[in-house]
């Protein structure tokens, strides 16, 4: 799985004009994406790094603050556009596989005590962040 997590002091995904998910920061803005190979344990480590990892200010976490987090389901982090004009998307598992697993993240998040707000998942999205620092990470478990 590949995270990009972004500190943030507010975001939103909205879905037909409609504001579907939402939060107020301090937080994380999360897109996910998965691979052939993951598997529900692979998010639930990422969920757990997620909720831990010490990005907030006065390297804080999110288990710290009790801040929430914003997970948007992102297939495109495993394109690969080396070759070409056009990215391909071969790495990127299909809708059956990732959809699941991002759900995963998400439960065992909740489970660890965490807000989380979500996009909805293979729709056409909106986000719209206020990124803070700007601090932005990739994380890839």
Not at 21 to 39: M, Q, W, Y
Request: hydrophobic fraction near 50%; include cysteine.
């Amino acid at each position: 799985m590949r995270a990009v997590l972004q500190v943030v002091t507010e975001a939103s995904v909205t879905v037909d004009g409609e504001v579907v998910g939402s939060i107020v920061g301090p937080g994380l803005c999360v897109l996910v994406g998965v691979t052939h190979t993951d598997t529900p344990e692979i998010a639930r480590r990422l969920a757990a790094k997620l909720w831990s990892l010490r990005v907030l200010d006065g390297e804080k976490s999110c288990s710290d603050l009790a801040a929430p987090l914003l997970v948007i389901s992102q297939f495109t982090l495993y394109g690969d556009a080396r070759k070409g004009r056009r990215p391909t998307w071969n790495e990127a598992a299909p809708g059956p596989v990732a959809e699941p697993l991002v759900a995963e993240v998400v439960a065992a998040l909740r489970k660890l005590g965490a807000e989380v707000a979500t996009g909805v998942f293979g729709a056409d999205m909106r986000v719209a962040l206020v990124n803070d620092g700007p601090m932005t990470l990739v994380v890839d478990m």
